[in-house]
């Protein structure tokens, strides 16, 4: 099974419109992000039987911080209860659970929940997914920066291994964005060199199965080239 995934792709998902989801129902923030947590759910389990091997969401930014205390607050605890209690469904689902990002400014009780998390999915095979949380791009690239030991971290598989910590990690095939925002925010900046990008209106609590298919079908109509020529041509 383990070696299913690599051939599998790598969709990230920037999870956005949770605060606009809610305010349209007259709602507060944070019963967005309670919806937000359910379209994570119905997401991971749709994932690998739409070809997904390894799925990186984006919960929580390095500038998400600045936001109010009692909704940074609100969100630390959905992310613990997330963690905490969808543990024996990740399990029975085969899913791998790895968190990326700091975790020195974390309340102890999440920090204590992804360690515990982690653990208990190691297992999993059938999907890997990664949830980033006080994450960074421009942080992960400093830090791997300031750990390059030897001209062996200095080539693109190198560095890749010091940025990710995971040297089997494959770079983003597809990048989503919710909310019809069209920006990436300090997200995978290094992964994402030659991700294809598919931005949607639809507000990351309305997010389900159907618009990852969708995502998909769009994704594999496009042509990567990674600076190549179409197949015709460079048969030519
Ligand atoms: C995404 O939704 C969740 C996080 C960034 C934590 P937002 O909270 O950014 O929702 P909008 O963009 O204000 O609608
Ligand atoms: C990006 O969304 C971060 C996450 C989805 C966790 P934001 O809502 O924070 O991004 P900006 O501020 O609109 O760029
Ligand atoms: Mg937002």
């Given at each position: 099974?383990?070696?299913?995934?690599?051939?599998?792709?790598?969709?990230?998902?920037?999870?956005?419109?949770?605060?606009?989801?809610?305010?349209?129902?007259?709602?507060?923030?944070?019963?967005?992000?309670?919806?937000?947590?359910?379209?994570?759910?119905?997401?991971?389990?749709?994932?690998?039987?739409?070809?997904?091997?390894?799925?990186?969401?984006?919960?929580?930014?390095?500038?998400?911080?600045?936001?109010?205390?009692?909704?940074?607050?609100?969100?630390?605890?959905?992310?613990?209860?997330y963690l905490s209690r969808e543990v024996a469904r990740l399990v029975r689902n085969g899913v791998r659970l790895t968190v990326i990002g700091r975790r020195d400014?974390?309340?102890?009780?999440?920090?204590?929940?992804?360690?515990?998390?982690?653990?208990?999915?190691?297992?999993?095979?059938?999907?890997?997914?990664?949830?980033?949380?006080?994450?960074?791009?421009?942080?992960?690239?400093?830090?791997?920066?300031?750990?390059?030991?030897?001209?062996?971290?200095?080539?693109?598989?190198?560095?890749?291994?010091?940025?990710?910590?995971?040297?089997?990690?494959?770079?983003?095939?597809?990048?989503?964005?919710?909310?019809?925002?069209?920006?990436?925010?300090?997200?995978?900046?290094?992964?994402?060199?030659?991700?294809?990008?598919?931005?949607?209106?639809?507000?990351?609590?309305?997010?389900?199965?159907?618009?990852?298919?969708?995502?998909?079908?769009?994704?594999?109509?496009?042509?990567?080239?990674?600076?190549?020529?179409?197949?015709?041509?460079?048969?030519?």
């Open positions: 099974m383990q070696s299913s995934l690599p051939s599998k792709l790598h969709a990230a998902i920037i999870m956005d419109g949770n605060g606009r989801w809610a305010a349209a129902r007259g709602l507060p923030r944070k019963t967005g992000h309670e919806a937000g947590v359910k379209a994570i759910r119905r997401t991971v389990e749709a994932a690998p039987g739409l070809g997904v091997g390894t799925l990186t969401l984006y919960a929580f930014s390095c500038d998400n911080w600045a936001r109010p205390k009692a909704e940074v607050e609100a969100l630390m605890r959905l992310l613990r209860h400014r974390l309340p102890g009780g999440l920090a204590a929940a992804i360690g515990r998390a982690e653990e208990e999915t190691a297992a999993g095979r059938e999907l890997h997914l990664r949830i980033a949380i006080d994450y960074s791009a421009r942080e992960a690239i400093l830090s791997a920066a300031a750990r390059i030991a030897g001209p062996e971290d200095l080539t693109r598989e190198g560095f890749s291994r010091l940025v990710t910590g995971d040297a089997d990690l494959r770079a983003v095939d597809l990048l989503i964005r919710t909310s019809g925002e069209q920006r990436l925010s300090d997200f995978l900046l290094w992964e994402s060199a030659y991700a294809e990008l598919y931005f949607t209106d639809r507000l990351w609590p309305d997010f389900g199965a159907d618009d990852l298919a969708a995502a998909l079908g769009t994704f594999r109509r496009r042509e990567r080239r990674f600076g190549g020529l179409p197949a015709p041509a460079a048969a030519a």
